[in-house]
């Protein structure tokens, strides 16, 4: 039973029948309800909207005005009233209509008040889910708009900062209902005053830029329909607009570039602050990177306080049909060493590029020249090769020779693949040599008393990571290869030599006797004494 308060208003043309509710309905509720009356169809419509019942008890048959219609006055005022209709006899052509109205029970009189107070309780059961439900909704709405900002800044800087798997970021997009795939980028950018192409005083700004926080968040809200804005760093502020098509109109340019100037203009009236705003091309949302870079720069190359992209002569732009996003994928997957995804890459665009250009055989041997050299380049500056200068030698007598494009496509793809695979085992190798160097030492230094810590330090590498590293590679950890080590030790010495107990146990690193012959006894099976006499 829930403790929330109701009204309740009673519609009877019988001054008998609404006495005998109201004193069924105080004595058995009490305090929880307030009751109001009235006798006709038409005070009970006036009554209903002044009154605004949680519930109505309706006799459906009054004078003035058929019940039903009152009732469907009364719902179009108020959505959420509960009613309960009486009737004299079992009009069931008229329940049915009442049931569409939604009404909750359908008593016959002479009313029975056990049916009267379970129909009431049965009403108050509902008008309180319904009041939980609206108050939950409104919680979730205000909880949405103190968390809403910082899930924005997540998506903004995960996409930014590149720090983020492929379901993270849908995870956001659906959270925060996007579902476009191109972003332009907007570098929001304040200071004392500009000089030239930069802002004076950038420190002193960010402070004052965060008194005006709220303000500012509200405005680019305003200015820009859908942008999903950061929190601001230093004295800059990234916003992205998601977009449907990929590629912008030059008036849709022009439009938004005045409309930034406005803006810029507008937010220095209010703060007293200087702004300048950068703005990208339009670009699928995982290169939101590159677009922040682009807008940066947009301002780097003007002195105007709103710069975009697309008016400045930078940027490489590719001719209609070459396949760019296959290019920055493949060497995407080269830097992270996925031969396999290299290979097929590799292979893809090969195919897209005879296909366009198949006469060509000059360029397409160059392209692919191009791109081996290139992915090489960054098997080197990720350690993955060694650089000699001289074992190119061969590449372009090797693609001269080739007047096919079968040949010409698995020398590029074997070369691709090796760059990545390069790229690849450096990472798993620099482990593997920790772990070699590691166990070098151990093997060294097995007759002191060294620690995780120590080796560690030795091979160059955090304690934590690289126990983990041994782990996996050895099999077992550190302190266990290192008993194992010193017990293998102590039986070759404890079978081939004379050495005292004493003797054997500093030999392999021990400095207390009882320790060295419990550690023995738990590893070997037997004493040191008892294993000297086998």
Same mark, same amino acid.
């Given at each position: 039973m829930g403790m929330g308060h109701y009204k309740i208003m009673l519609a009877d043309d019988e001054g008998i029948v609404i006495d005998s509710l109201k004193f069924i309905i105080e004595k058995e509720f009490g305090e929880l309800c307030t009751i109001e009356f009235a006798k006709t169809g038409r005070s009970v419509i006036e009554l209903a909207e002044n009154f605004r019942p949680d519930i109505a008890i309706m006799d459906i048959q009054m004078p003035g005005i058929n019940g039903i219609e009152a009732m469907r006055e009364i719902r179009e005022t108020n959505q959420n009233v509960v009613f309960i209709v009486m009737s004299a006899y079992d009009k069931f052509d008229y329940a049915k209509e009442a049931i569409k109205l939604g009404v909750l029970e359908y008593i016959t009189k002479p009313m029975e008040k056990t049916r009267i107070i379970a129909a009431l309780r049965k009403a108050m059961g509902q008008i309180d889910r319904e009041r939980n439900k609206r108050s939950n909704d409104l919680m979730i709405r205000e909880k949405l708009e103190t968390v809403m900002p910082i899930i924005e800044n997540g998506l903004l800087y995960n996409l930014l900062f590149q720090e983020h798997f492929?379901?993270?970021?849908?995870? #956001?997009?659906?959270?925060?209902?996007?579902?476009?795939?191109?972003? #332009?980028?907007? %570098?929001?950018?304040?200071?004392?005053?500009?000089?030239?192409?930069?802002?004076?005083?950038?420190?002193?700004?960010?402070?004052?830029?965060?008194? /005006?926080?709220?303000?500012?968040?509200?405005?680019?809200?305003?200015?820009?329909?859908?942008?999903?804005?950061?929190?601001?760093?230093?004295n800059k502020l990234a916003g992205m607009v998601p977009c449907?098509?990929?590629?912008?109109?030059?008036?849709? !340019?022009?439009?938004?570039? +005045?409309?930034?100037?406005?803006?810029?203009?507008?937010?220095?009236?209010?703060?007293?602050?200087?702004? !300048?705003?950068?703005?990208?091309?339009?670009?699928?949302?995982?290169?939101?990177?590159?677009?922040?870079?682009?807008?940066?720069?947009?301002?780097?190359?003007?002195?105007?306080?709103? %710069?975009?992209?697309?008016?400045?002569?930078?940027?490489?732009?590719?001719?209609?049909?070459?396949?760019?996003?296959?290019?920055?994928?493949?060497?995407?997957?080269?830097?992270?060493?996925?031969?396999?995804?290299?290979?097929?890459?590799?292979?893809?665009?090969?195919?897209?590029?005879?296909?366009?250009?198949?006469?060509?055989?000059?360029?397409?041997?160059?392209?692919?020249? +191009? /791109?081996?050299?290139?992915?090489?380049?960054?098997?080197?500056?990720?350690?993955?090769?060694? #650089?000699?200068f001289r074992a190119r030698a061969d590449y372009l007598p090797t693609i001269m020779s080739m007047d096919d494009y079968g040949s010409l496509r698995?020398?590029?793809?074997?070369?691709?693949?090796?760059?990545? !695979?390069?790229?690849?085992?450096?990472?798993?190798?620099?482990?593997?040599?920790?772990?070699?160097?590691?166990?070098?030492?151990?093997?060294?230094? #097995?007759? !002191?008393?060294?620690?995780?810590?120590?080796?560690?330090?030795?091979?160059?590498?955090?304690?934590?990571?690289?126990?983990?590293?041994?782990? +996996?590679?050895?099999?077992?950890? /550190?302190?266990?290869?290192?008993?194992?080590?010193?017990?293998?030790?102590?039986k070759e010495l404890l079978t081939t030599t004379e050495c005292s107990m004493k003797e054997i146990c500093s030999m392999v690193g021990y400095a207390d006797p009882n320790y060295f012959s419990r550690s023995f006894k738990k590893n070997v099976g037997v004493t040191p004494t008892e294993y000297k006499q086998l």
């Amino acid at each position: 039973m829930g403790m929330g308060h109701y009204k309740i208003m009673l519609a009877d043309d019988e001054g008998i029948v609404i006495d005998s509710l109201k004193f069924i309905i105080e004595k058995e509720f009490g305090e929880l309800c307030t009751i109001e009356f009235a006798k006709t169809g038409r005070s009970v419509i006036e009554l209903a909207e002044n009154f605004r019942p949680d519930i109505a008890i309706m006799d459906i048959q009054m004078p003035g005005i058929n019940g039903i219609e009152a009732m469907r006055e009364i719902r179009e005022t108020n959505q959420n009233v509960v009613f309960i209709v009486m009737s004299a006899y079992d009009k069931f052509d008229y329940a049915k209509e009442a049931i569409k109205l939604g009404v909750l029970e359908y008593i016959t009189k002479p009313m029975e008040k056990t049916r009267i107070i379970a129909a009431l309780r049965k009403a108050m059961g509902q008008i309180d889910r319904e009041r939980n439900k609206r108050s939950n909704d409104l919680m979730i709405r205000e909880k949405l708009e103190t968390v809403m900002p910082i899930i924005e800044n997540g998506l903004l800087y995960n996409l930014l900062f590149q720090e983020h798997f492929t379901e993270d970021i849908e995870n #956001y997009k659906q959270l925060l209902g996007i579902d476009q795939n191109y972003a #332009y980028i907007l %570098a929001v950018v304040c200071g004392e005053t500009q000089e030239g192409n930069h802002m004076t005083n950038a420190v002193g700004s960010s402070v004052k830029m965060q008194q /005006f926080d709220v303000m500012l968040r509200e405005y680019l809200k305003e200015t820009y329909p859908g942008v999903i804005l950061g929190m601001a760093m230093a004295n800059k502020l990234a916003g992205m607009v998601p977009c449907v098509e990929k590629q912008m109109s030059y008036e849709e !340019r022009i439009a938004l570039i +005045e409309k930034s100037r406005e803006i810029v203009r507008e937010l220095k009236k209010r703060t007293q602050i200087s702004f !300048r705003i950068g703005i990208s091309a339009v670009a699928p949302l995982a290169e939101a990177r590159n677009s922040y870079r682009e807008a940066l720069n947009a301002l780097v190359m003007t002195t105007g306080n709103v %710069a975009h992209v697309d008016d400045l002569p930078i940027g490489c732009v590719y001719e209609e049909n070459y396949p760019i996003n296959l290019e920055k994928q493949l060497f995407t997957e080269v830097k992270n060493g996925e031969t396999n995804h290299a290979a097929a890459t590799a292979e893809t665009f090969f195919d897209m590029i005879v296909e366009a250009h198949g006469d060509l055989l000059m360029n397409i041997r160059l392209k692919v020249l +191009e /791109f081996v050299l290139y992915a090489e380049h960054i098997a080197y500056s990720s350690g993955g090769m060694i #650089y000699e200068f001289r074992a190119r030698a061969d590449y372009l007598p090797t693609i001269m020779s080739m007047d096919d494009y079968g040949s010409l496509r698995r020398w590029f793809t074997e070369k691709i693949a090796a760059a990545s !695979r390069n790229v690849s085992t450096k990472a798993s190798e620099k482990s593997m040599g920790a772990v070699e160097a590691a166990k070098a030492y151990i093997q060294n230094h #097995y007759s !002191r008393d060294i620690s995780l810590d120590e080796v560690s330090q030795a091979v160059n590498i955090s304690p934590y990571y690289f126990s983990k590293i041994f782990k +996996e590679d050895v099999g077992e950890g /550190f302190v266990e290869y290192l008993t194992k080590i010193r017990m293998d030790k102590a039986k070759e010495l404890l079978t081939t030599t004379e050495c005292s107990m004493k003797e054997i146990c500093s030999m392999v690193g021990y400095a207390d006797p009882n320790y060295f012959s419990r550690s023995f006894k738990k590893n070997v099976g037997v004493t040191p004494t008892e294993y000297k006499q086998l």
